[in-house]
């Protein structure tokens, strides 16, 4: 299962995106598949996890005001954000226990929280990445927790973790994966899964 130590390890996997400067130009590059450019992809991370970390503390019954959607700042600064919002939710989630807190996909549980930040992370970080021709290869357990936790649906024998991550959101393709632009998680928890991929049932807040 994920936890609040791989929301972490997951910032840290990042680490490569800071071996381009401010000053490249890539960082204006589109990050497919979204339609943002590199720099605006690592501004949602920050900002889907502040949102995150807001649900949690406050242990939402319902979507909370979004605290940031984008601001201004070089991409070094971006990144730092990513790193301070990873940490507000993860100590947010040390503190969940077994209490929930309500997504648009579901009442998650602390590592449904933790796996859908990790998503987050990881994904979004590998489509700035690509921008800007950069590789990651973050840690193949941290991959097939969250597959375990939000993708149970993927069956894990297909491929390496990291490759069935980019394929079930929609970034790779790997037989027997299913390849739905309307992926989304199982955050609720396990027991309450139904056996079936979930799609997404509302719009992204997020544009």
């Given at each position: 299962m994920s936890t609040s130590e791989d929301v972490i390890a997951a910032v840290d996997a990042l680490a490569p995106l800071q071996a381009r400067p401010d000053e490249d130009p890539a960082w204006s590059c589109?990050?497919?598949p979204t339609s943002w450019t590199a720099v605006r992809t690592v501004e949602h991370i920050a900002d889907a996890l502040v949102f995150y970390a807001a649900q949690v503390a406050r242990r939402a019954d319902r979507a909370l005001p979004v605290l940031r959607d984008g601001r201004s700042g070089p991409a070094s600064v971006q990144l730092d954000n990513v790193s301070s919002a990873a940490h507000l939710?993860?100590?947010?989630l040390r503190t969940l226990g077994a209490e929930r807190a309500w997504h648009p996909s579901g009442s998650a549980d602390a590592s449904g929280w933790a796996g859908m930040a990790v998503t987050e992370l990881l994904v979004h970080g590998r489509?700035?990445?690509e921008a800007l021709d950069l590789d990651l290869d973050p840690p193949a357990g941290?991959?097939?927790r969250v597959?375990?936790?939000v993708f149970p649906w993927v069956d894990q024998r297909l491929g390496p973790p990291w490759d069935l991550l980019l394929a079930v959101t929609g970034r790779a393709w790997v037989a027997g994966v299913p390849h739905d632009p309307q992926w989304w998680w199982q955050s609720a928890p396990l027991q309450e899964?139904?056996?079936r991929p979930r799609r997404?049932?509302?719009a992204p807040r997020w544009t």
């Amino acid at each position: 299962m994920s936890t609040s130590e791989d929301v972490i390890a997951a910032v840290d996997a990042l680490a490569p995106l800071q071996a381009r400067p401010d000053e490249d130009p890539a960082w204006s590059c589109t990050a497919e598949p979204t339609s943002w450019t590199a720099v605006r992809t690592v501004e949602h991370i920050a900002d889907a996890l502040v949102f995150y970390a807001a649900q949690v503390a406050r242990r939402a019954d319902r979507a909370l005001p979004v605290l940031r959607d984008g601001r201004s700042g070089p991409a070094s600064v971006q990144l730092d954000n990513v790193s301070s919002a990873a940490h507000l939710l993860a100590a947010a989630l040390r503190t969940l226990g077994a209490e929930r807190a309500w997504h648009p996909s579901g009442s998650a549980d602390a590592s449904g929280w933790a796996g859908m930040a990790v998503t987050e992370l990881l994904v979004h970080g590998r489509d700035a990445a690509e921008a800007l021709d950069l590789d990651l290869d973050p840690p193949a357990g941290l991959c097939t927790r969250v597959l375990t936790r939000v993708f149970p649906w993927v069956d894990q024998r297909l491929g390496p973790p990291w490759d069935l991550l980019l394929a079930v959101t929609g970034r790779a393709w790997v037989a027997g994966v299913p390849h739905d632009p309307q992926w989304w998680w199982q955050s609720a928890p396990l027991q309450e899964w139904d056996g079936r991929p979930r799609r997404r049932d509302s719009a992204p807040r997020w544009t």
